[in-house]
């Protein structure tokens, strides 16, 4: 097996057992594993391979994209929410979700498509979703159940 091909096979296998957020976080696991390289090799070794950065428990991480994708609609809600939501807000009986720029619909079509029962429409911008509440669910309800999902506060 070539060179290449052993450490490429190492990084796939360190990106499934560490999180490792930066390509310097890279090069030193790589290192430890005998693999001395660097951060310009590592770039194109996580092209190639297919790593992606995703956002996990608040921070940014290389993920492999055939294992980028959770399993259910809860757990890609989720995920998806944990990556791109950055602050919540309430008012009657909306929400308002704000993400980075063009990170909306992702998020607008992760709420839709896990049937979620205490929402009944979403609205994504390119910033900004709007979650309308189901009728008897008040919208600071609803945005404690994005903030459980995601750690984050929700604004006042």
Avoid: W
């Avoid at 052993?6 to 057992?17: K, P």
């Avoid at 608040?58 to 990556?83: C, F, I, K, W």
């Amino acid at each position: 097996m070539s060179d290449k091909r052993r450490r490429q096979q190492a990084l796939r296998q360190l990106i499934a057992e560490r999180a490792l957020g930066s390509q310097s976080d890279v090069v030193k696991a790589l290192a430890d594993a005998g693999f001395a390289v660097h951060e310009a090799t590592v770039s194109r070794d996580l092209a190639d391979v297919g790593a992606i950065k995703v956002r996990s428990a608040g921070h940014a991480v290389y993920r492999l994209a055939n294992d980028a994708m959770p399993s259910t609609p809860t757990d890609r809600l989720d995920e998806t929410l944990q990556q791109f939501v950055t602050r919540i807000a309430a008012s009657g009986n909306l929400v308002v979700l704000r993400t980075p720029p063009a990170c909306a619909h992702p998020v607008a079509s992760a709420i839709d498509g896990s049937n979620l029962a205490e929402a009944i429409a979403t609205v994504a911008g390119d910033d900004t979703v709007l979650v309308v509440a189901r009728d008897g669910v008040d919208g600071a309800d609803l945005a404690r159940h994005f903030a459980e999902r995601t750690g984050l506060a929700i604004e006042r």
